[in-house]
């Protein structure tokens, strides 16, 4: 079985952040959803759960970090295409998204990225597939 992956997120308001990663094309598994938490499918095995800000504070006993002030976690999301990278920072814009800075092309590998309704920085990246076959 395959590493599976699940990044927990806290949220200001869960509806909206459903309803942002909803406009971005991402899904939600209702058996891991109630008012206080979602699981968001990225892929078969690539999961963010995002959690109302109560909720999370049962899984740590640090204090929460304001990601518009601060960075806590850059989460990095491959892409098929350049132009997937750029329709996806496109939507999360039309979506109320921020981008914090201008796309990077490397010539091999092309990202940008955009930060959620929560201030978490999202990057998205597309590298040629000779470069991700390197050993």
Same mark, same amino acid.
């Given at each position: 079985?395959?590493t599976?992956?699940?990044?927990n997120?806290? #949220?200001?308001?869960?509806? /909206? *952040?459903? =309803?942002?990663?909803?406009?971005?094309?991402?899904?939600?598994? $209702?058996?891991?959803?109630?008012?206080?938490?979602?699981?968001m499918?990225?892929?078969?095995d690539?999961?963010?759960?995002?959690?109302?800000?109560?909720?999370?504070?049962?899984?740590t006993?640090?204090?929460?970090?304001d990601?518009?002030?601060?960075?806590?976690?850059l #989460?990095?999301?491959?892409? /098929? *295409?350049? =132009?997937?990278?750029?329709?996806?920072?496109?939507?999360?814009? $039309?979506a109320?998204?921020?981008?914090?800075?201008?796309?990077?092309?490397h010539?091999?590998?092309?990202?940008?990225?955009?930060?959620?309704?929560?201030?978490?920085?999202?990057?998205?990246?597309?590298?040629?597939?000779?470069?991700?076959?390197?050993?």
């Amino acid at each position: 079985m395959a590493t599976k992956i699940f990044v927990n997120l806290p #949220v200001k308001d869960l509806n /909206q *952040s459903v =309803e942002f990663f909803t406009k971005l094309g991402f899904s939600f598994n $209702a058996q891991f959803t109630d008012e206080t938490a979602t699981s968001m499918i990225v892929s078969d095995d690539i999961f963010v759960m995002l959690l109302t800000h109560d909720k999370f504070k049962t899984f740590t006993p640090k204090e929460i970090c304001d990601a518009t002030k601060s960075t806590e976690v850059l #989460v990095c999301l491959s892409s /098929q *295409s350049r =132009e997937e990278v750029d329709e996806m920072v496109g939507k999360a814009v $039309a979506a109320g998204g921020t981008t914090y800075n201008q796309p990077q092309d490397h010539g091999f590998m092309y990202g940008h990225g955009f930060a959620d309704l929560d201030g978490h920085i999202w990057e998205i990246i597309y590298m040629e597939p000779s470069a991700i076959n390197q050993g």
